[in-house]
């Protein structure tokens, strides 16, 4: 069964660092494109960062370009989103996903999903 797990998430100020986590089970990671999506209180779910299979694909939504880093290590399974200067409109709960197909994914269709972890920033 595919599962994604994400942790990290937390409260910060304005300006903070976090860094969330997903692991994900062998089945799912390899061959996957992994993504980060958030949802806004008030708005649609939008994908945030996404990062291909081979790593040959990074794609970043323009409010986070400079601030936030996806990484994935295959190794282990895991890929991560790395946030600086973090600003309260980052403020969200924020989702892992997997897709083979990274158009699907890009378009917020994945087929799988992780339960999310919630990230707080206060000014």
């Known amino acids: 069964q595919v599962k994604l797990v994400e ?21 799912t ?3 996957y494109t992994m993504g980060w999506f958030r949802q806004i209180t008030g708005k ?7 990062i291909s299979a ?9 409010s986070v370009k400079g601030r936030f880093t996806i990484l994935r290590d295959n190794a282990k399974n895991i890929v991560y989103l790395k946030m600086d200067n973090l600003k309260p409109e980052d403020t969200g ?3 892992c996903a997997a897709d083979r197909d990274r158009n699907r994914l890009a378009i917020g269709y994945a087929l799988h999903w992780g339960q999310g972890t919630q990230v707080t920033v206060s000014s």
């Open 7 to 27: 942790s990290g998430g937390g409260s910060v100020q304005d300006g903070g660092s976090l860094r969330l986590s997903c692991a994900a089970s062998a089945a």
């Open 29 to 31: 990671f390899t061959g």
């Open 44 to 50: 649609e779910r939008e994908r945030v960062a996404s």
């Open 54 to 62: 081979l790593n040959d694909n990074i794609w970043y939504t323009d």
């Open 93 to 95: 709960m924020y989702y």
